[in-house]
């Protein structure tokens, strides 16, 4: 296997509350970035069909018609939109993280799913605990989404949404999986809003983001690509997002490629731009940095600090025999 692989990292805006769109989109992506010769391409959270940013600023009766139409425009993974993607991604020949809202039954989720060159889902996992108000919309992920690293032949690929990478033990569950190419999947996040506005908080900030995905590869020594959605003003109202003091146009994007010491591996984009962030990357690099600091490794004490793990997924049935 060889060590070098072209890594790419997705910041662009969804087709909005449209299934078939946002497939389309995502497999248009799918083949720019092969066109270029990247072997490993992490995609937004919910990419599909786009992260609803009007539950955070509208009232729950005031967006139930979206929401009822963002459920119909959530993807199945056994489906043949699914299926669509999985072929491209084979004909392609890259690892793919597709961050997506699931659907399954009438309850959904906020998945990763890994393909394989092959085409194949070899590992999928949910959010395991939506942030805040995303408990409104979506499902808790089980204990079989504690797994977050598959073997490739680009190397050993994590990934995780949002603010699961600021829960430490699940962080630190995953470098014990010795990942070495980590996808970090967001939303849109903008700018600290003006006080007299709007109160709100700095850990809420794209900057902040920036900064919490940029901490897991100095603390993983892991490399990380930052994939984060944008949003634009002919968009707003869809969202159900007129009005609102959040949301900055075009914004929302914050995407950058890590090295394992926290090194900004490309040039930023700006925040309202749309591209397919590149570098190539040596996996042999982690060890300069794993020489200093092996998270899981030397410079741990578990004969003083240790981490329990269920690995067992809970069952809503149980039959009896």
């Known amino acids: 296997m060889s060590t070098k692989v072209r890594v790419g990292a997705v910041q662009g805006e969804p087709v909005w509350l449209n299934l078939e769109g946002s497939v389309g989109k995502t497999i248009s992506l799918i083949k720019q ?69 699931e659907r399954d039954g009438a309850s959904l989720y906020m998945a990763q799913s890994f393909i394989s060159p092959e085409g194949e889902i ?14 409104t919309l979506w499902g808790d992920g089980q204990a079989d989404s ?15 949404n949002c603010w699961e990478h600021l829960q430490p033990l699940l962080r ?8 070495q190419i980590h996808v970090a999947s967001w939303p849109a996040e903008f700018e600290m809003l003006d006080p007299a506005k709007q109160p709100w908080l700095y850990h809420e900030t794209g900057e902040a983001s920036y900064r919490a ?21 002919e968009n707003l109202e869809k969202n159900n997002l007129l009005g609102n003091h959040v949301t900055k ?16 591996l490309c040039e930023p984009v700006s925040d309202g731009a749309e591209a397919i962030l590149k570098a190539d990357i040596d996996l042999t690099d982690i060890d300069y940095a794993k020489t200093f600091i092996d998270t899981v490794g030397h410079y741990a004490r578990p004969d003083m600090l240790s981490l329990l793990v269920n690995p067992e997924a ?4 149980t039959l009896m025999k």
């Open 33 to 101: 970035a092969a066109a270029d010769g990247v072997q490993v391409l992490g995609f937004p959270e919910v990419w599909i069909p786009g992260y609803p940013w009007g539950i955070w600023t509208t009232s729950v009766i005031g967006n139930v018609e979206m929401i009822h139409s963002y459920m119909a425009n959530s993807l199945v993974k056994d489906s043949p939109q699914m299926r669509r993607i999985q072929e491209t991604v084979h004909e392609a020949g890259m690892f793919v993280v597709l961050g997506y809202s």
């Open 249 to 264: 146009t075009p914004g929302g994007g914050f995407s950058m490629i890590f090295g394992p010491d926290g090194k900004p």
């Open 146 to 160: 504690l797994k977050c690293v598959v073997d490739s032949s680009f190397g050993r690929i994590g990934g995780l």
């Open 314 to 317: 809970a069952k809503h049935v």
């Open 172 to 179: 630190y569950y995953e470098y014990s999986q010795r990942v």
């Open 122 to 135: 070899v590992h999928h996992r949910r959010k395991i605990k939506p942030t805040h108000v995303e408990r």
């Open 213 to 233: 995905s940029q901490f897991m590869a100095i603390e993983g020594q892991t490399f990380v690509l930052v994939a984060s959605q944008i949003i634009t003003e």
